[in-house]
């Protein structure tokens, strides 16, 4: 079940209702499971098994960790007369390591999962990329969101085993946090901690919750179906024939995809957050204004926000506190000078970061690229820093606001070229492209109504144009108020009603959806 | 429980908000969907045919059912006039014959008549064909069983049930292609018939057909004979005598083989079967000026000419009414008499004035 598809607008309407009007409320979590259960069954019954196993797996493991903790440190509080400090630490010592041990022979079994379905065939295509007989891909199917579900287990497993949350006793509880089917699609990648806070507590009706969700829900649709599958159809035929549009072309690939990308990933998270609002559920946000940044890591602070906090946390920091990584630090400092050895540890787990992103963006070796990327532009960004700060300082561009807007077109250009790679999914092309935008000057072909042959027509760009000023506005007062809009709308409720109507009208006429429209999946499906 | 006391301005604003919110989005949605609609009211104008029956006061004896070899061959005002015949043709372009059956359905809700006319031709398709089509025949029904089993039978892969139910789903990307003539028939539309008939006065010789194209299997389909089976059964559960006619017109090439089957099917169900091809010379039609389209649909002159000689069959065959002698139907009969006169001037003025017609046909397909 697609999000824009009817099935799935009338199963979250039904769900919604039964879960207010005829479930108990101690029990609503219970029917959020069903739901999500049935979600994924209609998707792909054997979609179950996967999930089921994942589920199980992480599960279990936390269990017996949290019992052997338990037990081991019941029996030093018990005896701890006959422990001396050397004995107690080793005592310590031991119960960790075994603990990481039940870890990692989890996180083994769900990354596993997670490689073998969705990397394998990857694996093969580079392989024969080499061999003379190449080998045959394998039939294998790739369960719908499987890397969010496995991030999701893999850090509640890390989690356990440091100790910050305590395990989930009742496995269906457990699985509904696994499956919880509106972030299933497109994420965000929630933590246990965060989610349990209000996945499995008693919810009453709350109608400003609902309507918020509502709201939000609207919202999420009008981006999608109003902008991103609009501009998605002109996307297609400027990607698919990259020898008739290069040069100027491949500038107007950046602004659409830049926008199309936007609408179709927020928009989607909006969907998701809208729904678990008014289930009465808080799900982080994803989002914060990414095209407003005045830099890449701020860029990346806003976008994407709960991979990237998962990548710190769960790789970036372990392995730059990594006994072997402390090692590498010291004999760098001390082989190689302060400066570049405080950098060594720092380096290496950033690469390892924007690798691992790269590669879970998906099984392609443009998305590897386009991780990689990213690092380079990182670092070098972070290396010019003082060179950056002596020119803002000499020439006091810091307080002007011009330069302010200079930046976020910057970064906000920089971010877009970087996309290209998703635009065009082939490296070579995509460095290619990248260079015609500077040797081939066709700038004039982009007035003569070229852009009317991509499968738009001026009506489809001056809807998609309002529609993108529109959101623009939207986040300019978030931006400039730092609040939701829909706080301000509410209360003067009678205009928040107002504003739903035009949007669910605005979204149905406006909407790029039904025959002549290709029913374009959330780009984030994928994932 | 709030006492009336503890209730605030704001607890009363909310739920009459909400309530005036859902109101105006129930409005607006069916104001649109009636905006964005086609409203087949110029140029391609079958859409508008099979809703127009829903208008008409009058009761028919004769009901025709089929495609353009019906509607646009068969003059109803020809036949009251010289037989005081009231009939209704709800024919449709592209009328496929579940189509027709499901029509008949329809009708039955209303009225009951004493013939059912149905032109063959469509039994050459089992399968639903297109959806512009089906549009154009399915649109116009009003909402019963009937209308939900014909959609089901007609959709294509690509259509959905839904689409049907809110048609709004299916056109609303029209709002880029919306003419004057949209806003001017949101709530009402013109007639485009007289009685389901479609008149066109201008002439365009019959030309030379291609040779028929020889067929690997000339059986008719399983599906279409299954309903044309089910016609019969209908029409003799209602005591309605059902004739199965093919139109004098000779293309879309109707084979000798396809002719021997429906033969055999009358023979076998004790219906009649009239192959009018085989009768041009009698119905006294001359292709040179009869037809307006080179031989594929007859125009005025013919369609009085063929309604002419129905009307004759019709009348010596069955006990119908003169309705010319019941005024309450009569009266309403003058009224279509007058639109009809008023059509043929208005097309024949048109063609005297550019040697064609502008506002009819496809030189009227709007933009």
């Given at each position: 079940m697609l999000f824009t598809s009817l099935p799935f607008i009338v199963f979250v309407a039904a769900l919604i209702l039964v879960y207010y009007a005829f479930t108990p409320y101690k029990e609503r979590w219970a029917l959020l499971l069903m739901a999500s259960l049935a979600f994924y069954f209609f998707a792909d019954p054997r979609y179950l098994i996967f999930i089921g196993v994942t589920a199980l797996t992480a599960y279990v493991f936390a269990i017996i960790t949290e019992d052997y903790n338990a037990k081991r440190k019941a029996y030093l509080k018990a005896n701890k007369e006959s422990f001396d400090t050397d004995s107690k630490k080793k005592y310590k010592n031991t119960t960790a390591r075994v603990t990481k041990l039940l870890m990692l022979l989890a996180l083994l079994i769900n990354l596993g999962i997670l490689a073998v379905t969705k990397y394998t065939n990857f694996v093969i295509d580079t392989m024969n990329s080499w061999r003379t007989e190449p080998l045959s891909f394998v039939n294998i199917i790739v369960p719908m969101g499987i890397s969010f579900y496995t991030f999701q287990t893999v850090s509640y497993s890390i989690d356990i085993c440091r100790g910050t949350i305590k395990a989930q006793r009742n496995f269906l509880k457990f699985l509904l946090f696994v499956?919880?089917?509106?972030?299933?699609?497109?994420?965000?990648?929630?933590?246990y901690e965060d989610l349990s806070q209000t996945l499995y507590e008693p919810k009453k009706f709350e109608f400003q919750n609902v309507s918020y969700g509502f709201m939000r829900i609207l919202w999420g649709y009008f981006k999608k179906l109003v902008v991103a599958d609009r501009l998605v159809i002109a996307l297609k035929t400027l990607t698919e024939s990259p020898d008739e549009y290069k040069g100027a072309y491949v500038f107007v690939v950046m602004m659409l995809y830049a926008a199309q990308l936007y609408c179709d990933f927020t928009g989607g998270i909006d969907i998701t957050i809208g729904i678990a609002q008014m289930l009465g559920i808080t799900v982080k946000e994803n989002?914060?204004?990414?095209?407003?940044?005045?830099n890449i890591k701020e860029y990346w602070n806003r976008w994407h926000i709960t991979m990237g906090t998962w990548f710190t946390d769960y790789i970036f920091y372990p392995l730059s506190v990594s006994p072997t990584m402390l090692k590498l630090s010291k004999w760098s400092r001390q082989h190689l000078g302060n400066a570049v050895g405080k950098r060594v540890t720092v380096y290496i787990s950033c690469f390892a970061v924007w690798l691992a992103t790269g590669i879970w963006h998906g099984a392609a070796w443009h998305f590897v690229v386009w991780g990689l990327m990213n690092f380079v532009v990182i670092m070098a960004s972070q290396e010019l820093e003082p060179v950056y700060a002596k020119f803002h300082g000499k020439f006091?561009?810091?307080?002007?606001k011009g330069y302010a807007i200079f930046e976020i077109a910057r970064t906000f250009l920089l971010m877009s070229s970087l996309k290209l790679f998703d635009c065009y999914r082939d490296v070579g092309l995509t460095f290619k492209m990248f260079g015609s935008m500077f040797?081939?000057?066709?700038?004039?072909k982009l007035f003569n109504?070229?852009?009317?042959?991509?499968?738009?027509?001026s009506a489809d760009y001056e809807v998609a144009a309002i529609a993108i000023v529109f959101i623009f506005l939207v986040s300019l007062y978030k931006a400039l108020i730092?609040?939701?809009i829909r706080v301000f709308l509410y209360q003067k409720y009678p205009l928040f009603v107002l504003v739903c109507v035009v949007l669910l009208v605005s979204t149905l006429v406006?909407?790029?959806?039904?025959?002549?429209?290709d029913a374009s999946q959330f780009i984030y499906n994928q994932f | 429980m709030k006492s009336m006391k503890e209730l605030n301005k704001r607890d009363v604003l909310l739920p009459l908000c909400t309530i005036a919110g859902i109101a105006l989005t129930v409005v607006s949605l069916w104001y649109l969907q009636r905006l964005l609609?086609?409203?087949?009211?110029?140029?391609?104008?079958?859409?508008?045919?099979?809703?127009e029956y829903y208008d008409d006061e009058k009761p028919h004896e004769v009901i025709f059912l089929g495609d353009c070899e019906v509607y646009e061959n068969i003059s109803t005002v020809a036949l009251y006039r010289d037989y005081g015949i009231s009939s209704y043709i709800r024919g449709s372009a592209q009328q496929l014959t579940w189509q027709s059956y499901y029509l008949l359905e329809d009708t039955l809700r209303y009225e009951t008549p004493e013939v059912v006319v149905f032109n063959?031709?469509?039994?050459?398709?089992g399968e639903p064909q297109s959806e512009s089509y089906n549009r154009m025949t399915l649109d116009g029904m009003e909402w019963s069983m009937s209308k939900w089993n014909a959609i089901e039978a007609s959709m294509?892969?690509?259509?959905?049930m839904i689409d049907y139910i809110f048609p709004f789903l299916r056109y609303h990307s029209r709002w880029s292609e919306l003419t004057a003539a949209d806003y001017e028939h949101v709530m009402d539309k013109d007639p485009v018939t007289i009685n389901g008939y479609y008149m066109r006065t201008d002439i365009m010789p019959e030309a030379v057909f291609p040779d028929p194209t020889p067929l690997v299997d000339y059986t008719l389909p399983e599906t279409s004979m299954e309903y044309l089976e089910r016609m019969a059964e209908l029409c003799e559960q209602n005591g309605i005598e059902l004739i199965l006619i093919k139109a004098p017109?000779?293309?879309?090439y109707w084979y000798e083989q396809w002719d021997d089957q429906v033969r055999d099917f009358a023979d076998a169900h004790n219906l009649t079967y009239i192959n009018y091809i085989y009768l041009r010379d009698q119905i006294g039609l001359d292709m040179t000026v009869d037809t307006y389209d080179a031989g594929l649909h007859l125009n005025l002159t013919g369609a009085e000419k063929f309604a002419d000689f129905i009307g004759q069959y019709l009348t010596d065959s069955f006990d119908l009414t003169?309705?010319?002698?019941v005024p309450e139907v009569a009266r309403l009969w003058e009224d279509d008499i007058l639109f009809y006169d008023q059509l043929r001037d208005a097309q024949n003025a048109e063609l005297a004035q550019?040697?064609?017609?502008?506002?009819?046909?496809a030189n009227a397909i709007e933009s």
């Open positions: 499956s919880f089917f509106p972030q299933l699609v497109q994420g965000p990648i929630s933590r989002f914060n204004l990414p095209y407003f940044s005045k006091h561009l810091k307080e002007k040797y081939t000057f066709n700038i004039g109504g070229s852009l009317l042959e991509l499968g738009l027509t730092g609040e939701d406006f909407g790029a959806y039904g025959a002549g429209f | 609609v086609p409203k087949y009211q110029r140029g391609v104008v079958e859409g508008s045919m099979i809703e063959v031709l469509a039994l050459k398709y294509t892969e690509d259509e959905n017109t000779l293309y879309p003169d309705y010319r002698e550019y040697g064609e017609l502008r506002s009819w046909g």
